[in-house]
């Protein structure tokens, strides 16, 4: 930016009242308004004109947009339906197996609703099985289909889709047929009902009053949120704009006209094509619909420019009065400080406002000469921010997708074994494997989960006096055969000194630390101790490992950062366990420190306060672990939209010995309770269930109609700030998935045993 500042250039123009003449003050006055006017009119019109075809264009724009995200979503349905019927084409036909066959053929059924009927021919085209909802199931019946278009059509395109026809003249069906990779494994042709296409359709929302409606080749109704349309068989051939779309080709836009609808109305209609099935996807929108905000935007366009001309009107008679000589000294002033040269200044010597204003234009000019000699060091720091930021983005969008798809790798590739048959020890190897990858995908997934927990704000300390060789030796035992595994020796020495400080957020600070000791330590060993400084404890955690150098130092504190070199462990980690040290020790208010040096080793310090507390029989039970079982025999409620996860819950409860009510809404799990003779001991929902509800409204459902306080926590997968901070002014636990059997047990257990003889909500503990 050139920012000059040179010595300020002064003009004078001096005004007197023989300069300002009626005719002179009459012509610019007129000339003034007469340009402004003519100026505001011109701009508005031209305004008005493009936004009128700009909106236009935009509203066609995004209703051709719809319809192909219809055609799309109308496109996936299809094909999920080959994707189900696929499989039934995978193994060639053979004397034996025919009712596991047909088991799977009324599975397939079970399955997709929308098929109707599924036969299963040979490579012969002999029908071996047909199967439907309608009629009777039909075994090896040796039909000959052979020259019938659907096995001629599948057998030579692998996938065949026949032209859409109505049963009983108001059901459209169609028919599928799919051949297998390999001759000898024969055809599998499915009827399937279009009907089923109303829940793809029904569920696409166009304004106020739009529709989506979906037309055949022949221009017949296949799809409509009215079904009653669809099932009386309505053909809308005459319509304009499907004759237009049925003539051209599959890839013309929509029409730009407006066209008569479905049911008599003027609308704007756009469609898309589905090329594979030779259908049509239509979006109308109501004209009056349509073109409302455009027709809104233009009245307070034109409104604006009534206002503005009458503005330029009065401002004309008020500024020509006053301004006719100093206007151009103005004008030209700023014109040389728009370009740059800020030393301008300006001198009016009137006596009245325009000398204040003379004034005020000179301080405006000071002050802005003054502000942009510091805009480009303003600028720098700004890009250096957002280059910050951007690169800190793309470190963790590289970190986390090559440590979230390396255990995902190995248990797609651990299940492929489990699909084979294995021999027991095989098994059980597999089975550690995938525990392992679990295990590392948990771990990567709570350190996501803290950062946005202290991020979300909704950590708050739980700050008391206890001794902190609790703490240490808890620390012992969990490294210590991680460090023997590694030929390390770990070394924690004992202390007698009380702390004060939040138990359970301290031990993830030293658990992370330690952790990391332990990980990029290659030889020697680890040593944990404290020293107290004037009225402070400091806790140290020494390594011999290969060191921080010191231009990294400041950075392995930063959010997904890991330090590089031949001898770091990058196999595990987001680079998030220091970042979380360094947040908990400022959320604690405990400051830490790090000494390192290449080659010889590392020591993090963290300084806590001393207590006051030193009798042992005040020692808090902070770390008391949950050791008594006592979820045998109680009645359970499980509350998940999600079958798969419900059944998984269902079952591994049911392991334990508890009795399980497993259902997908609140009203399905009380129409299941009323079987049972006792109430629930225990609710777990899910936070997100179907239809706008949570997990929040379905526990206080059941609880007000069963009159009883009942116990009961959330399991959500959402861990955006806001979520995390709803969960904690509910005060229910919340659980974030994936959640171990270990975990969900031992959170079973707490809140049975807080509810003995009472039905409050144990407080919920953030860990």
């Known amino acids: 930016m050139d920012v000059r500042t040179s010595e300020p250039t002064v003009e004078t123009t001096a005004i007197t009242p023989a300069n300002l003449r009626g005719r002179l003050f009459r012509k610019y006055a007129l000339l003034f308004a007469g340009i402004v006017s003519a100026a505001l009119v011109a701009n508005g019109l031209l305004d008005i004109w493009f936004l009128y075809h700009e909106q236009k264009a935009l509203l066609i724009r995004i209703q051709r947009e719809q319809a192909d995200a219809a055609a799309t979503k109308i496109s996936q349905f299809v094909k999920e339906?080959?994707?189900?019927?696929?499989?039934?084409?995978?193994?060639a036909w053979t004397a034996g197996g025919m009712e596991q066959r047909r088991l799977e053929a009324l599975r397939l059924l079970h399955l997709v609703p929308a098929i109707t009927e599924l036969t299963l021919l040979n490579a012969?085209?002999?029908?071996?099985?047909?199967?439907?909802?309608?009629?009777?199931?039909?075994?090896?019946?040796?039909?000959?289909?052979?020259?019938?278009?659907?096995?001629?059509?599948?057998?030579?395109?692998?996938?065949?889709?026949?032209?859409?026809?109505?049963?009983?003249?108001?059901?459209?069906y169609m028919t599928i047929a799919l051949a297998g990779a390999r001759r000898d494994t024969g055809v599998s042709i499915a009827e399937v009902n279009l009907r089923f296409i109303w829940d793809v359709v029904s569920q696409i929302k166009v304004g106020e009053h739009g529709q989506v409606y979906v037309?055949?080749?022949?221009?017949?109704?296949i799809a409509h949120p009215d079904i009653s349309l669809v099932l009386s068989n309505s053909d809308f051939s005459h319509l304009a704009q499907v004759r237009a779309a049925l003539v051209a080709s599959s890839e013309a836009g929509p029409s730009k006209e407006q066209s008569e609808g479905i049911r008599g109305e003027q609308v704007l209609s756009a469609h898309a094509a589905i090329a594979s099935l030779g259908w049509l996807v239509f979006v109308d929108l109501p004209v009056g619909e349509a073109y409302a905000p455009i027709y809104a935007s233009i009245l307070r366009s034109g409104a604006l420019l009534v206002a503005a001309l009458g503005l330029a009107v009065l401002a004309g008679l008020g500024l020509a009065r006053g301004m006719v000589v100093p206007i151009e000294t103005l004008q030209r002033?700023?014109?040389?400080?728009?370009?740059?040269?800020?030393?301008?200044?300006?001198?009016?010597?009137?006596?009245?406002?325009?000398?204040?204003?003379?004034?005020?234009?000179?301080?405006m000019a000071a002050q802005l000469e003054q502000s942009y000699a510091t805009i480009e060091r303003k600028v720098e720091e700004r890009t250096h921010q957002l280059e910050l930021a951007n690169l800190a983005k793309s470190r963790f969008i590289a970190v986390a997708s090559h440590d979230l798809r390396q255990p995902l790798h190995a248990l797609g590739l651990f299940v492929g074994q489990l699909r084979t048959r294995l021999e027991e020890s095989d098994r059980d190897h597999v089975i550690e494997r995938i525990?392992?990858?679990?295990?590392?995908?948990n771990e990567l997934f709570n350190a996501l989960l803290d950062i946005s927990k202290l991020d979300a704000g909704v950590l708050a300390p739980d700050v008391r006096e206890f001794p902190v060789n609790h703490l240490l030796k808890r620390i012992e035992s969990t490294f210590a055969a991680a460090a023997w595994e590694?030929?390390?020796?770990?070394?924690?020495?004992?202390?007698?000194?009380?702390?004060?400080?939040?138990?359970?957020?301290?031990?993830?600070?030293?658990?992370?630390?330690?952790?990391?000791?332990?990980?990029?330590?290659?030889?020697?060993?680890?040593?944990?101790?404290?020293r107290r400084r004037t009225g402070r404890l400091r806790i140290d955690v020494w390594d011999s490992g290969i060191g921080i150098p010191d231009d990294q130092q400041r950075n392995i504190f930063g959010e997904f950062y890991r330090l590089t070199g031949p001898h770091r462990d990058e196999s595990r980690g987001l680079g998030l366990g220091l970042a979380i040290v360094d947040r908990l020790c400022r959320l604690l208010e405990h400051p830490i420190e790090l000494r390192s040096q290449p080659g010889k080793g590392s020591r993090f310090s963290i300084w806590l306060p001393?207590?006051?507390?030193?009798?042992?029989?005040?020692?808090?039970?902070?770390?008391?672990?949950?050791?008594?079982d006592t979820i045998r025999d109680k009645l359970i409620v499980v509350i998940d939209d999600d079958e798969p996860v419900r059944d998984g819950m269902a079952r591994l409860l049911q392991s334990w010995g508890c009795q399980v009510v497993a259902a997908a809404s609140d009203n399905a799990a009380l129409a299941s309770l009323a079987e049972h003779v006792r109430q629930p001991d225990l609710i777990i929902s899910d936070y997100r269930l179907g239809d706008g509800n949570t997990g929040f409204k379905a526990i206080e459902r059941l609880r007000s109609a069963l009159c009883a306080?009942?116990?009961?926590?959330?399991?959500?997968?959402?861990?955006?700030?806001?979520?995390?901070?709803?969960?904690?002014?509910?005060?229910?636990?919340?659980?974030?998935?994936?959640?171990?059997?270990?975990?969900?047990?031992?959170?079973?257990?707490?809140?049975?045993?807080?509810?003995?003889?009472?039905?409050?909500?144990?407080?919920?503990?953030?860990?």
């Open 610 to 628: 001393l207590a006051a507390v030193r009798s042992e029989q005040a020692a808090p039970s902070l770390f008391t672990k949950d050791v008594i």
């Open 709 to 767: 306080s009942i116990p009961a926590f959330l399991i959500s997968g959402d861990t955006a700030p806001e979520r995390l901070r709803e969960a904690s002014a509910s005060g229910y636990h919340l659980l974030h998935k994936p959640v171990s059997p270990a975990v969900l047990r031992a959170t079973l257990n707490h809140l049975l045993r807080h509810s003995t003889g009472s039905h409050e909500q144990p407080q919920a503990v953030n860990v």
């Open 486 to 530: 590694k030929g390390l020796h770990l070394r924690v020495v004992p202390c007698g000194s009380w702390i004060s400080s939040d138990a359970i957020l301290l031990e993830r600070c030293l658990l992370n630390l330690v952790s990391n000791a332990v990980r990029y330590t290659v030889e020697g060993g680890v040593v944990v101790g404290c």
């Open 333 to 363: 002033i700023a014109a040389r400080l728009g370009a740059g040269d800020l030393g301008q200044r300006i001198s009016i010597k009137t006596g009245d406002e325009l000398e204040v204003l003379g004034e005020q234009f000179n301080s």
């Open 435 to 441: 525990d392992a990858a679990i295990d590392a995908m």
């Open 215 to 221: 037309i055949d080749a022949q221009g017949r109704l």
């Open 81 to 91: 339906i080959e994707g189900q019927m696929r499989w039934t084409t995978q193994l």
């Open 124 to 172: 012969s085209g002999r029908e071996q099985l047909k199967v439907s909802r309608l009629a009777m199931d039909v075994i090896d019946s040796q039909t000959d289909h052979s020259r019938e278009v659907a096995f001629i059509e599948g057998v030579g395109r692998k996938v065949y889709h026949g032209p859409v026809y109505f049963r009983h003249e108001s059901e459209p």
